[in-house]
């Protein structure tokens, strides 16, 4: 797909048309789809002008369609990525050596001077700069990748520790909020309208056996026990990008970007760089929290943020690790009792066996909480 009138398969929309719509000075040539996401529609716009090192301001474009769908209000969304964009830009602008035009993304703004676009159908779209010669991760095998992945989402938060009043608008209410996720699964499993229930039993159970562990961050934070910080809430590994050189970039994906724990970032880091299996692995035999990516994610990450987190945030990172493959688990056992209306799915019982993963994901990590805490508390001496 990579004509000059290419159009999306969805809606018709004349992607060249839109594109036109922003500040671009390039001149468009093609468009394909790109990425793996599961919400948003994106594009890699490809661009007539030459690139390289002897052409430094000419680029290539991510077009995305964003789902007005799960984001109920992409103005906030989209105040909430410029200013952090701007932010991290800032920031990067005094660390030596740093290259804030490939750490951080670039928000292309419309002709209007708007971050996004919106349509006469209704679709919002933005464009970012298209960050070349990167790479990414859907599963991590060698600790030093992970390690770099724990830098990259620790740097992340570090320098948006100090972005300045007022708070990020919440893009998505109570995102990780467990008690509010276990409460959609009750009403999901109450109405059971695909009638597949009857044969979750196993699932079902486990969900209700951990639930009252799982609410303990919750709790805390509910307690002023622990603060709430800037969180980027969906860091999967995939959302760094690695250079050349498998160094760690750049934090992408930045639509949940707002108020939350730590512990949600750093235990939804591991959900992938720790596993040793696809998020949708079917032979769960295959999927465990493997310790030693455990160890090179937090040592990373520890490096970044360790002398800044509390006491009691370092105590409960171990459970992090199982929370959020839990709190995962259970929005895509929900997705599948609701007939698979959130998540894009490549087979029926694709969420089933997302859920299935996860929760087999959880139970590993937990089962290995003291080497964990061992870890974390080597981690934080190494950078004292």
């Known amino acids: 797909m990579t004509s000059h009138d290419y159009k999306d398969k969805n809606q018709n929309l004349d992607l060249s048309d839109l594109f036109s719509k922003f500040k671009i000075k390039e001149t468009y040539l093609s468009a394909e789809p790109y990425g793996s996401g599961h919400i948003n529609d994106t594009y890699l716009i ?25 984001f109920k209000n ?30 951080t993304l670039t928000v292309i703004n419309t002709q209007e001077n708007q971050p996004f676009y919106q349509d006469e159908l209704g679709n919002y779209w933005r464009v970012y700069i298209f960050l070349d010669h990167t790479h990414s991760y859907d599963q991590v095998t060698d600790p030093k990748i992970a390690y770099e992945g724990g830098v990259a989402f620790g740097k992340f938060q570090k320098l948006l520790a100090d972005i300045p009043a007022p708070p990020l ?63 980027h809430n969906d860091t999967k590994f995939n959302n760094v990008l690695l250079d050349q050189n498998n160094k760690g970039l750049c934090v992408i994906d930045l639509d949940t970007v707002m108020p939350g724990y730590v512990h949600y970032d750093f235990g939804d880091s591991l959900r992938t760089a720790g596993n040793t299996a696809a998020e949708d692995e079917i032979d769960l035999n295959k999927v465990s929290m493997d310790i030693n990516l455990f160890e090179g ?67 590993s990590a937990e089962s290995q909480k003291n080497q964990m805490e061992q870890i974390i508390q080597a981690a934080l001496r190494e950078f004292e």
């Open 297 to 363: 994610f937090t040592r990373g990450f520890l490096s970044q943020v360790g002398q800044t987190l509390s006491p009691t945030e370092i105590q409960y990172l171990p459970l992090a690790a199982a929370l959020l493959p839990y709190t995962i688990g259970l929005r895509f056992l929900t997705d599948y009792l609701d007939g698979d209306q959130y998540f894009k799915i490549h087979r029926p019982s694709h969420n089933l066996d997302r859920a299935r993963c996860q929760f087999k994901l959880c139970q």
């Open 169 to 231: 608008f919440e893009t998505i209410k109570n995102f990780h909020d467990i008690d509010s996720r276990f409460n959609l699964f009750t009403q999901a499993l109450n109405k059971d309208i695909k009638n597949r229930a009857k044969d979750l039993t196993p699932e079902i159970n486990y969900v209700k056996s951990r639930y009252e562990t799982m609410r303990a961050i919750l709790k805390l934070g509910a307690e002023g026990k622990i603060p709430k910080r800037v969180t």
């Open 74 to 103: 992409v103005p906030e969304l989209m105040s909430n990525i410029a200013r952090v964009t701007s932010h991290l830009r800032s920031k990067l602008l005094k660390i030596p050596g740093a290259n804030p035009n490939r750490e």
């Open 46 to 70: 490809k661009t007539k002008e030459p690139k390289g090192e002897n052409y430094p301001d000419n680029f290539d474009y991510i077009f995305q369609r964003i789902n007005h769908k799960i």
